[in-house]
């Protein structure tokens, strides 16, 4: 058994309550069991618990068995002075406090449902994707209301942390984060980490000098990805790569290698020439930071993303390779998903970071108004009845999948508690 079912056994009162004793025999009445502390010390803090004839106020300690207890060292550490009731599985020992005081202790072996044991196991050793499914969960109930609420907003936070941390790298230069969050998305999975160097391999005060002369802007950033060369036959990108040149030279510049990039098993829309070409057409245009952070709706964002990149690129998706016309700009599916993955936490961070509550609540609002997303993840809690009507519950439906279900945190999910104290209270048994 593991330490956190206790604590979640505990926390909710999910035991027989009947007769609590010590193992040495002194009554237990817990008035308050206790704030479950999610940081270093003790398992519960300020718990209020009568023991005999004692009212005690401080700490709970739960194990499953009570020698952990000198396992964890906690018998040299003052800070497990305050704990008023140790909470076991098993007492195999007793344990003191450092000044040798004996700590009450709670054994539980026998006061755990056998109907809360064995929903545990299935939840926690399911092999399901999703470890509730086998349960049909309620999908229109409060606790799956307020859990989608919950993980959007872990989520939301978990991403604009992530920016953040971007920013004490880059000085908190706004518009440079950007920058690398744009090209990171537009390289997705298979091309993001070459995207990301591509943006170290072209620092950002070099897109602000040129961002105004559009073949000097994608001069630099194709031939800083490598894949330029002088064989090329086309004129276009034999204009690119005697601009390049020039530039390589009067900026010492060192391009990333060709081999990084990944053409093998996308569709063409996804070559990393085609990506590069659509976010050269976005830095082309001036202030965009600052427009991207008072926009109001969605659309204001999506007009900001659908530049056209040079019209070279609506016959080709790579060089010298030449294929029917077509719209070059990036499609609608990209659009929204830049606006859902770099921009709105770069907004939300940026609000984060200047206390604007008011910025964040726009951002998450942009997420009711744009449609869901569709993958594998999305689909299958759709199968088991949940709503997927707008990119804040898809984000919130893959949010719920990454942090909780994939981590089989399932008692700290209201889903999985739900179901947890839903089950019949067959008698008490180890």
């Not at 998903?337 to 921009?343: E, M, P, Q, R």
């Not at 609000?351 to 993840?377: F, G, R, V």
Request: glycine share 4%; aromatic share 10%.
């Amino acid at each position: 058994m593991e330490e956190y079912f206790l604590h979640f056994l505990w926390q909710y009162g999910l035991f027989d309550t009947q007769n609590l004793i010590t193992t040495d025999g002194l009554l237990i009445r817990p008035d308050f069991r206790g704030t479950h502390n999610l940081n270093s010390g003790p398992d519960f803090s300020e718990a209020r618990i009568r023991v005999g004839n004692i009212d005690w106020v401080g700490q709970v300690e739960i194990h499953v068995n009570a020698s952990d207890w000198l396992k964890h060292n906690h018998q040299n550490d003052k800070a497990y002075d305050n704990v008023i009731l140790h909470v076991v599985l098993h007492h195999d020992i007793d344990v003191f406090r450092t000044d040798g005081s004996l700590i009450p202790c709670l054994e539980m072996r026998n006061r755990i449902p056998a109907g809360y044991l064995h929903t545990w196991k299935s939840l926690s050793h399911s092999l399901a994707s999703i470890p509730c499914k086998a349960h049909n969960p309620n999908t229109h109930t409060a606790a799956v209301l307020s859990m989608k609420h919950r993980v959007l907003a872990e989520r939301v936070w978990q991403k604009a942390g992530r920016v953040l941390s971007m920013g004490h790298a880059t000085q908190f230069h706004w518009e440079e984060m950007l920058y690398k969050l744009m090209a990171r998305y537009l390289g997705r999975l298979v091309n993001g980490d070459a995207m990301e160097s591509l943006t170290n391999a072209v620092p950002f005060a070099l897109i602000q000098r040129y961002r105004h002369n559009a073949m000097q802007m994608q001069a630099l950033l194709f031939g800083q990805s490598g894949l330029l060369t002088s064989a090329h036959k086309d004129d276009y990108a034999k204009q690119l790569y005697a601009e390049y040149r020039f530039l390589k030279n009067k900026h010492a510049l060192l391009p990333l290698t060709a081999s990084v990039w990944k053409f093998g098993r996308l569709r063409p829309p996804n070559f990393p020439t085609l990506r590069i070409a659509q976010l050269s057409a976005v830095l082309e245009q001036s202030g965009i930071f600052s427009v991207m952070m008072e926009a109001q709706s969605v659309a204001e964002l999506k007009s900001l993303l659908c530049q056209k990149p040079h019209a070279y690129w609506e016959t080709h998706y790579r060089f010298d390779y030449a294929c029917a016309p077509r719209s070059a700009a990036a499609g609608n599916d990209t659009m929204e998903g830049l606006i859902i993955n770099a921009v709105l936490p770069l907004r939300f961070a940026y609000a984060q970071y200047h206390n604007d509550t008011e910025l964040q609540e726009k951002a998450l609002d942009m997420l009711s108004s744009l449609p869901p997303e569709s993958n594998k993840i999305t689909r299958n809690w759709q199968e088991l009845g949940f709503e997927n009507n707008s990119a804040y519950d898809s984000q919130s439906l893959l949010g719920l999948q990454q942090l909780y279900c994939e981590k089989r945190r399932c008692l700290e999910c209201s889903i999985g508690q739900k179901i947890m104290r839903n089950e019949e209270k067959f008698p008490a048994r180890e």
